[in-house]
């Protein structure tokens, strides 16, 4: 009966806002029995917890620069002989002299116990046969043109390998003179592909006559 009386109680109290009675504790569950007047306190707030120092990071370790690939190294350029080149060449041009122009046997003949109407129809045959090649194979133009002993000027800078200046030259170019010559130059050189494993020494093949 003492709960009951003690409920109601209880319950006017509530309802009147005053404090309950503190016999209410014995009844009220174990873990707010301890509270005074039943009435549970707010639960404390929980300490912040304190930041941890952030670790400061470490430098990253600078990647090491990637080597440059290397160039492969060319291969040694073919060397070519080029004296070997030019002595063929001319043996190549100088066997096409004799085979068409017989220049060889013409220049290389004594001519002292000939006639020199004799040497001017040999001469002919040979004039015939070089001037076929040089048409040919080369074309030729004059460096300077004009006929002999025209009057030509020599210009200022002029190239010695073109122009020979004969005799005393006063002062600097310009120069005036006669043209005693006016000089070849070859436009065009082309001669025949040389086949490989051919003797070139032999200009000239001796020839046989079988009987």
């Given amino acids: 009966m003492s709960r009951i009386g ?14 309950l009675s503190p016999a209410v504790a014995d009844y009220l569950p174990p873990e707010v029995a301890w509270l005074p007047a039943g009435r549970p306190e707010p639960a404390p707030e929980p300490k912040a917890a304190k930041p941890e120092p952030k670790a400061e990071p470490k430098p990253a370790k600078p990647e090491p ?3 440059p690939a290397e160039p492969k190294p060319e291969p040694p350029a073919k060397k070519v002989d080029l004296s070997a080149a030019q002595r063929d060449g001319a043996l190549a041009l100088l066997a096409l002299l004799q085979r068409d122009g017989r220049l060889i046997d013409f220049l290389r003949e004594p001519l002292d116990g ?23 194979y080369f074309t030729l133009e004059p460096v300077l043109p004009g006929a002999d002993d025209a009057r030509v000027t020599v210009p200022k800078g002029f190239d010695p390998a073109e122009i020979r200046v004969i005799g005393e030259a006063k002062g600097e ?19 025949p592909t040389l086949a490989d494993g051919v003797d070139r020494t032999i200009v000239a093949p001796a020839e046989v006559e079988l009987s």
């Fill in 6 to 19: 003690l409920a109601f109680s209880s319950f006017f109290r509530l309802l009147f806002g005053k404090k």
């Fill in 65 to 67: 620069a990637a080597k």
């Fill in 173 to 191: 170019p310009p120069f005036a003179g006669a043209l005693r010559h006016h000089g070849w130059r070859a436009a065009k050189a082309q001669l």
């Fill in 114 to 136: 000939f006639a020199d109407a004799d040497i001017g129809a040999a001469a002919r045959d040979v004039h015939r046969g070089c001037k076929k090649v040089l048409d040919q």
